[in-house]
């Protein structure tokens, strides 16, 4: 299970990196999203125990083993963060390809004069 | 064990947070939003004045939220350190409304404004004072969030490609703590940074503990706009609207500070050699470059946020030195360029709104505050104090950083510092003589109003103040340095053994 997460991880990092330093501003906001689901993967794969029914419940006295329930908080979280910037940063773009007529960031370069 | 709550804590973090709220739901009164919005701003300062007052009666204050014991649940810790960062934020930002409520920019009259400055102010205190890595995380997202919207609604055209660079360029950061979060609780399975220092401590450390030193140093390094990762800085500090300027230049940068003297100091003290030596070259890179673009730059704005390069420059030296004494320099001259720059920044946007243009460039500008007396004099005090000249609080700043330099027998690069902090006084004392003593363009139609300078006279008189008493903020450092040396006491106080 580990591994896969570790994989899955790793793919998803190199696919945000990538889209990030695209030239469109639009698919960097989508790299930012890419990131951190890597980023929120990253935090599920490093729960102290690869439960497979929920803490506080009553299967947990069956014997069976329960999840990390903390990492879970953690990622509830994160996710929420994450997608509030990506909301934002959309807005800004959409604000900015207006004003630009462009989504290209080497043509967004006013502050540059 | 100190199992009280006190209660004060949370009136600094949730007080601008509520009041932010409230102004919300009031957003067709301005009248009203900006009076809650002072009430709140003072009201989180006298918190903070009272969590440093209890700091240093009482020792570390902790509040556990929901009431959780000590490992499990999300604290907030406000040791002499940390309450002392948030006096100096709130201070700032009760500053910043102050300014926002006299100042004629367009963008203060939106609705979305004052609610945005609370959450950043709230975000800032939580992030002085809280002793869990990830709700350090949380807080400082809601201060870059606000503070990206804030510079997108300035009425500088600019602002929207700033806030979308700073926007992008934050979520790298915000990815390096978060890896480094994950390591850490892969490593020791806890959030709690006296938990953490204890577990390192204990001689447990393997390679993924130091990798999250990397990372949670890379992100405190970005957030502090410090080279390597400086470059977003000037661009969106300098299209803000002032009075956000004023608090993002001047408090918003040291909560990288705050993290890395908690790094050296707290958590990683076996890798701290390796990572002082390194502050110590990047603080002598920022000095030098801050303080000669200041010198080469064409706009009075933009020349304040390269020099808070400089002076980044210089707490870091304080930082990298780490003897006692270099620490206790490094903490005063934070307090006394918190309160230098912001006051700094609000004249400069005072001289600039008058303008037509409201631009700030130098070759604009001239002679527009000739017949301001007041602005002239504050930011003569300004300038000379950022420069360190006596009887001014950055005299007594630059003191006892040189006092810790001699201290820890490094003086090659206190020479160099010393000789680069001259470049300071140059470009302030040449911007002053460009505004304030020749006389204005024949052509330029200056107005006749502008924003008010009650927020910048009450910074520039504590300043002031603070360079002819400067007997108690010196002592409250040092009394938070030996407090620092011994990191059980933070982490008895939060773990109770």
Redesign the interface.
Known sequence: MNVLFAITTGILFGLGAFQLLRRDLIKAAMGFYILFTAINLLFLAVGAFDGVVPAYSTSVAGGKTPSDPLVQALLLTAIVISFGSYAVLLGLISISSRRYRTVDPDSVDQLKK | MNTFNNPLILGAIFLPIGGAALSLLLAQNRTYQHFIGLLSGIGAWLSTLGVLYFNLTQGPQVYRLGGWETPYGIILVPDLIGSIFGLMASTVVLGGIIYALGCKDKCVTYPVFMPLFLCMAGGLHGAMYTGDI?TLF?FI?LMV?SS??LV?ISDN??G??????Y??IS?LGT?FL??G???I??TF?T?NLADIARKLASGERPLLAQAAAVMLMCAFLLKSAIFPFHFWQP?FHT?APTPVHAVLSSVVVKVGILGLIRLTNLLFTAEAPLIRSLLLVLGLIGIFFGSLAALRTYDAKRMLAYSTFGQIGFILLGIGWGTPAALVGAVVYAFNHALIKSSLLMITGAISSRMPTKSAKLADIGGVGKTLTLANILYLLGGLALAGVPPLNGFISKVTLIQGGIDAHSFLPLILAVGAGLITLLYMIRTWQLMFQQPPAPELKVKPKGDQLFAPLMLISLCVLLGIFAAPLVDVATDAVTQLNDSQIYITSVLGH
């Open positions: 990830f949380v997202e969030m990206v919207v997108a055209r600019l929207v490609e700033a806030a979308i660079k926007l992008l979520a990815l978060l890896v979060i994950a390591a609780y892969a399975g959030l661009d299209t």
